[in-house]
């Protein structure tokens, strides 16, 4: 099967924003991203989650300016932190023909993650958009990692797992061209 890409925009919603650790910069490359894939003939699935504080038809569960999908673009509605899971994101990823995602939302190191890590058990390829996902606020105290660390540690963890017979890059957007991974080296 020919290459084919999709950019993933997941959970980039109003309410979710604004809890984000610096979303000026991710919502900017990820709207760049969105643009050149749109200019390119490249799907753009936008991935909305419905729960507690974002209930559907309300101004935090919709997609943040700049962003948001058009009329003719798929939306999958989501309620857990995998958007795979009881979604037709596979179904409408399949008939589009698509055989990479490339992943840009929020939070990193949950739904970025998790459906990142599905995406690669579906078949797919992976582009994991380095500057591209973002996290939540967090105090100073916080048993979780800093914002820019966990960051890090996702693109870093992306960049060395290993799966079978799939591609997996992380790249900044601006490396971006929506083209096929290379071919692996020879042995």
């Known amino acids: 099967m020919p290459h084919s890409a999709a950019l993933l925009v997941i959970d980039l919603q109003n309410t979710l924003v604004s809890i984000a650790h610096r979303p000026d910069p991710v919502l900017t490359a990820v709207a760049g991203l969105r643009a050149r894939a749109l200019a390119a003939g490249v799907p753009v699935v936008t991935v909305q989650?419905?729960?507690d504080g974002l209930e559907p038809g309300t101004d935090g569960w919709r997609v943040a300016p700049g962003i948001a999908p058009g009329e003719d673009e798929p939306v999958v509605h989501k309620t857990s932190a995998d958007s795979f899971l009881?979604?037709?994101?596979d179904t409408v990823l399949r008939g589009l023909g698509v055989t990479e995602v490339v992943v840009t939302g929020f939070a990193t190191e949950i739904c970025v993650d998790t459906t990142a890590r599905q995406a690669l058990s579906h078949g797919y390829d992976l582009l994991l958009v380095e500057d591209g996902h973002l996290?939540?606020?967090?105090p100073e105290?916080?048993?979780?990692a800093a914002p820019e660390?966990?960051?890090a540690h996702h693109n870093a963890?992306?960049?060395?797992?290993?799966f079978p017979g799939?591609?997996?890059?992380?790249?900044?957007?601006?490396?971006?061209?929506f083209s096929p991974p290379p071919a692996p080296p020879a042995r």
């Open 86 to 89: 009881g979604t037709d994101l």
């Open 157 to 162: 963890i992306f960049r060395s797992i290993r």
């Open 166 to 177: 799939r591609s997996i890059r992380v790249l900044p957007a601006a490396d971006i061209d």
């Open 49 to 51: 989650h419905r729960g």
């Open 135 to 138: 996290t939540s606020v967090r």
């Open 141 to 144: 105290q916080s048993p979780f």
């Open 149 to 151: 660390a966990s960051v």
